[in-house]
């Protein structure tokens, strides 16, 4: 038989694996549709084959194959110790901010046997960075990630993992101190990252909020946290969240406004200028719309047209040209933005300033 009846009859047998990686003489569609339909990892003709390319389908096999394995293991025999599932509720009910009673607060910990004597404390999130889409699938790589994670940092740190959602968990750390914060957790955040990266093939990114004194607080910490997934990146993966003091973040939106002003002939789209400062296009209009007077686009918005109204008073220039020297997509669209701004088209609005 051929490498499509094989996998023909094994799929008969078991709907996923063995998994298969076609290599092939043929590029026909036909080919290429039937093995799709037998759920082929991956169809690679021979003549374009790289090393690279062999290398990254077998990687992407182990993750697929690990995946449906542990789908397949027997479950868990319950935990010796009971509490434990108390425990995770208890700490998603502290990250939801539902435990601000301090008499409550205190009887829970109590009967579920743990204490909160830190200094301080500061939470981080684990960010998954995986493409898959499958509920099954991403539910599997979740929870196997999350209790790698959960067996692996209290190796380096005392500390408290609990999932939060298919692509992210928490991790709550008690700190000596709240100073020298990146230097107490970088080495034990890269160190897990690369340990589950090496077993699970996903990148783990880190997002870590703000030191707070008061356990009733984690939550502020976590928040910062998920505010500063925005920053990460493959150049980034572990950020620190910076203490949100208005002067920091509107300063940030300052920078930002002069670059536009002073670039108001080049695209100013929310992607080109997050490039520019090396942020998320989310997080550069969350910094807009939390810190600054407008939004982006308002912003860019009016700074064009201000600066197009300044032309019109102090030179002879024709529409078309200070459409051109503002970075308008057109003339017509200028016109449009124009009016839509200041409720009279470009051309009327110059012959008032001429009457005048």
């Given at each position: 038989m051929d490498g499509l009846e094989l996998a023909r009859r094994c799929r008969e047998e078991?709907?996923?694996?063995?998994?298969?990686?076609?290599?092939?003489?043929?590029?026909?569609?036909?080919?290429?549709?039937?093995?799709l339909r037998l759920g082929v990892l991956e169809y690679m003709v021979k003549l374009e084959l790289t090393a690279e390319g062999l290398a990254a389908a077998l990687q992407r096999a182990e993750v697929r194959i690990r995946q449906e394995r542990s789908l397949r293991e027997p479950s868990a025999p319950p935990a010796a110790d009971g509490l434990a599932q108390y425990r995770e509720r208890f700490y998603l009910q502290l990250y939801g901010g539902l435990l601000s009673d301090a008499a409550v607060f205190r009887r829970l910990c109590g009967e579920l046997g743990l204490a909160f004597d830190a200094p301080a404390y500061v939470v981080a999130l684990g960010a998954l960075q995986t493409r898959l889409q499958d509920t099954r699938q991403l539910a599997t790589l979740s929870a196997g990630v999350t209790k790698l994670a959960a067996d692996t940092l209290p190796k380096f740190l005392p500390c408290t993992?609990?999932?939060?959602?298919?692509?992210?968990?928490?991790?709550?750390?008690?700190?000596?101190?709240?100073?020298?914060?990146?230097?107490?957790?970088?080495?034990?955040?890269?160190?897990?990252?690369?340990?589950?990266?090496?077993?699970?093939?996903?990148?783990?990114?880190?997002?870590?909020?703000?030191?707070?004194?008061?356990?009733?607080?984690?939550?502020?910490?976590?928040?910062?946290?998920?505010?500063?997934?925005?920053?990460?990146?493959?150049?980034?993966?572990?950020?620190?969240?910076?203490?949100?003091?208005?002067?920091?973040?509107?300063?940030?939106?300052?920078?930002?406004?002069?670059?536009?002003?002073?670039?108001?002939?080049?695209?100013l789209s929310l992607n080109d200028v997050a490039s520019v400062f090396g942020i998320s296009p989310n997080y550069l209009s969350q910094l807009f719309a939390q810190w600054g007077e407008s939004g982006f686009v308002e912003f860019v918005t009016a700074t064009r047209v201000n600066a197009a109204k300044e032309l019109m008073a102090s030179t002879d220039l024709k529409i078309y040209e200070i459409s051109d020297k503002l970075g308008f997509e057109s003339a017509f669209y200028f016109s449009k933005v124009f009016k839509k701004v200041e409720g009279v088209t470009p051309r009327a609005y110059i012959q008032r300033l001429k009457g005048n």
């Open positions: 078991d709907p996923a694996l063995p998994l298969f990686i076609m290599l092939t003489s043929y590029e026909e569609f036909d080919y290429v549709k039937q093995s993992v609990t999932g939060m959602d298919l692509r992210h968990f928490s991790v709550l750390f008690p700190l000596k101190e709240t100073g020298r914060l990146e230097e107490q957790l970088s080495a034990t955040l890269q160190k897990t990252g690369e340990l589950l990266y090496e077993y699970f093939g996903t990148p783990v990114w880190w997002a870590v909020g703000q030191p707070v004194q008061n356990i009733l607080d984690a939550q502020k910490s976590q928040r910062a946290a998920f505010s500063a997934l925005a920053l990460l990146s493959a150049e980034s993966p572990i950020v620190f969240e910076p203490a949100r003091a208005g002067g920091y973040h509107a300063q940030q939106v300052v920078q930002i406004q002069e670059y536009i002003q002073q670039n108001l002939d080049k695209r």
